[in-house]
């Protein structure tokens, strides 16, 4: 599997901002999505933003539209997710994921994944 190494996790207050990263060792060809990922404690780990890199198109859950901006570097082989305003609700551990398109769009689901980053911790306090 592809190795993906993350970044960029931290502690801020609600409003706060930070921006995560995702490096792979590579991007096979049949490897096509980037996503994020998140598990609350308690919770069932759930897809919050992914890009079609080739593509280019992107999606968001409804809990962070308008507050989360995925992107990315292919010079180096990063992809970021831009975290603003944000809420206790936020707090999780952040995993970046590969999956391989399927019928042109990102699965954003679990069952999907090829490769798991080790994953990164977020707290928003009040």
């Known amino acids: 599997g592809v190795d993906l190494v993350e970044s960029g996790g931290g502690s801020v207050q609600t409003g706060g901002s930070l921006t995560l990263s995702c490096t792979a060792s590579e991007f096979p060809s049949n490897i096509n999505c980037v996503d994020w990922f998140r598990q609350a404690p308690g919770k069932t780990r759930e897809g919050v933003a992914a890009?079609?890199?080739?593509?280019?198109?992107?999606f968001y859950a409804d809990s962070v539209k308008g507050r989360f901006t995925i992107s990315r570097d292919a010079a180096k082989n990063t992809v970021y997710l831009q975290m603003n305003n944000l809420k206790p609700e936020d707090t999780a551990v952040y995993y970046c994921?590969?999956?391989?398109?399927?019928?042109?769009?990102?699965?954003?689901?679990?069952?999907?994944?090829?490769?798991w980053g080790q994953g990164t911790q977020v707290t928003v306090s009040s």
């Open positions: 890009m079609h890199l080739n593509l280019k198109s992107t």
């Open positions: 994921a590969t999956e391989a398109a399927v019928r042109g769009e990102c699965p954003v689901s679990v069952r999907w994944v090829a490769s």
